[in-house]
């Protein structure tokens, strides 16, 4: 069961994080899903959507998963984020962000994004990350 919903959570980062890039395509219990249409200042020479650009949308996709689950916390903040680039993001096409919760605890969230190139089947990167959570004692 989430506690905040895709448009909460976007009234929300617009207050505290206007910059973010991505939309909320929606949210579930430990999951969320966003979208980016790729821009030319998303690209890298050869047509390729940058690395930047795929850890952002990742890092700001299991934010948002985290927050449908545990409110508004503007200083749950990422400790970690790892990223393996699978295969070439596509720079014609928008890209999709799925995040899961693996581990939501006190002090700790654990995650993982799938990124993909709208319509293949197959992952462009794939990002694990950690985010502290504020001790609200």
């Given at each position: 069961m989430t506690v905040m919903t895709a448009a909460a959570i976007e009234d929300f980062l617009d207050e505290i994080f206007p910059q973010r890039a991505g939309t909320i395509e929606g949210v579930g219990p430990m999951r969320a899903t966003m979208s980016l249409a790729i821009e030319d200042e998303h690209l890298r020479p050869g047509a390729s959507v940058s690395g930047p650009t795929l850890m952002g949308l990742a890092d700001v996709c299991l934010y948002v998963a985290i927050l449908a689950?545990?409110?508004p916390e503007p200083m749950a903040?990422?400790?970690d984020l790892h990223c393996r680039f699978l295969r070439r993001p596509r720079g014609d096409?928008?890209?999709?962000?799925?995040?899961r919760i693996m581990k939501l605890g006190r002090r700790l969230a654990v995650g993982e994004v799938q990124l993909f190139s709208a319509?293949?089947?197959?992952?462009?990167?794939?990002?694990?990350?950690?985010?502290v959570l504020p001790d609200n004692d």
């Open positions: 689950q545990i409110g903040v990422t400790s096409r928008d890209i999709i962000a799925n995040a319509g293949d089947e197959a992952p462009v990167a794939l990002v694990t990350a950690t985010y």
